[in-house]
């Protein structure tokens, strides 16, 4: 297997300097750099077979065609799918579980319901749970956290009731970097009669995924942060939860037939998938599952491991630096460190690192409900992936120890 220098040579973009420095990429959480073989199979659509897939008895049409339907093959078979028509293609997973809200939550979703999500979603899986919520007069309720930021098993078992239609859970936490026992979320979910959503943006890029064996009635994800193109995202649904949700889009090629007064749709996917679609991108999605499976996702994770390990210890030296969700001791820690420098703002502090070709997240990661509750308003974020080196590491670290400096404390 290659080390992770031989992956660096893989990724062009992180052969260049940031701010005349060779760049120091942390902020994978946020999206993954893209592999040459990503770049070529998008590159080798448009230069080689551009056309409208699905619309066409000439050549180029069929070739797209292929690609688009390869990709959702693939895609079947990485997430332990049943069937490739449970596949459904978005823009991203924000868009997959807003569809997922909007067909399914406002059908199923009545007066007095209750919707059970985690504290530490993202925006893409709460706000389109409010939106429901307040659309059909139904309850909001939450699963808070354990001291070292796990989910709550008291809680787990107290919020989902019989009154119970959705609970939707992030299977990794996209700012503690913790996995959640979603298996457990699901079969309390599935036990009061509730359908379990489960976002897997934070994990599809990190572990091997089943989602048959997760019973997961719906999982989300987006391309961009597996290596794979912006602009393409997948949902999947069980088939018979799909089957029966009306159209989120309307318009071309998700139909049947079309009267001046009526209109039946196409049979799953194609039912959701309204419009040209992304063929470039899921050309792209293609290769970029080429790319995992070749590494295998035991070495991806054995990377990130490695690498919190060496982290940790060397931010506990420093007494400056806050640590969340760095505490569990359920063996559950994914490649993803969040922290504070104290007296210092998180954007001053990506601003500094910045200066030394340090690229980390800085702000709310699109969970203020999770922030409010952890006492922060803000928080900087690290987050590796499998081209990061321990070299990279030193050098956030070294230039961590400039910041406050930088603003004129003594320490």
């Not at 318009?251 to 996917?269: H, K, N, R, S, W």
């Not at 039912?271 to 790319?291: H, P, R, S, W």
Request: hydrophobic share 40%; aromatic share 8%; with cysteine.
């Amino acid at each position: 297997m290659a080390d992770k220098q031989d992956f660096l040579r893989d990724f062009p973009l992180l052969g260049k300097r940031m701010n005349g420095k060779p760049i120091v990429y942390l902020d994978n959480g946020a999206t993954t750099q893209k592999p040459e073989s990503v770049i070529q199979s998008m590159c080798g659509y448009y230069g080689g077979c551009n056309a409208n897939p699905h619309r066409g008895a000439y050549a180029l049409s069929v070739q797209a065609t292929d690609i688009y339907e390869t990709a959702r093959q693939r895609v079947a078979k990485f997430i332990g799918a049943k069937y490739e028509k449970e596949i459904v293609f978005t823009k991203n997973a924000t868009e997959a579980l807003n569809l997922v809200a909007y067909s399914y939550g406002l059908t199923n979703v009545q007066a007095g319901d209750e919707i059970v999500l985690t504290i530490a979603e993202h925006h893409s899986n709460l706000v389109p749970w409010q939106q429901v919520a307040h659309a059909k007069g139904a309850a909001l309720k939450y699963i808070y956290l354990e001291s070292d930021g796990n989910l709550s098993e008291e809680d787990i078992e107290k919020t989902i009731t019989e009154r119970t239609k959705i609970v939707a859970v992030t299977q990794v936490s996209n700012v503690l970097g913790l996995k959640n026992d979603v298996r457990k979320v699901v079969q309390k979910a599935h036990s009061v009669g509730a359908v379990a959503v489960v976002d897997g943006s934070q994990s599809v890029a990190h572990m091997a995924v089943d989602v048959q064996a997760m019973d997961a009635d719906f999982f989300a994800f987006s391309g961009h942060k597996m290596l794979s193109p912006m602009g393409i995202g997948v949902l999947y649904g069980k088939e018979a939860l799909l089957d029966a949700m009306p159209p989120f889009l309307t318009g071309g090629d998700m139909i049947e037939y079309v009267e001046e007064q009526a209109t039946t749709f196409a049979e799953l996917p194609a039912k959701f998938e309204a419009g040209t679609q992304n063929v470039g991108g899921a050309a792209g999605l293609t290769a970029a599952i080429d790319y995992l499976e070749r590494i295998t996702f035991e070495r991806v994770e054995a990377i990130e491991k490695e690498l919190v390990e060496y982290a940790l210890p060397k931010l506990r030296e420093l007494p400056y630096i806050e640590l969340y969700g760095c505490d569990s001791k359920r063996d559950n820690k994914t490649g993803i460190i969040t922290f504070n420098v104290k007296d210092v703002h998180p954007h001053d502090v990506a601003s500094i690192l910045d200066a030394d070709g340090v690229a980390v997240r800085a702000g709310h990661h699109c969970a203020q409900p999770l922030m409010r509750y952890l006492g922060q308003n803000a928080t900087c974020r690290a987050s590796f992936y499998l081209y990061n080196t321990k070299e990279d590491v030193d050098r956030w670290i070294d230039a961590l120890k400039k910041v406050r400096g930088v603003l004129g404390y003594g320490d």
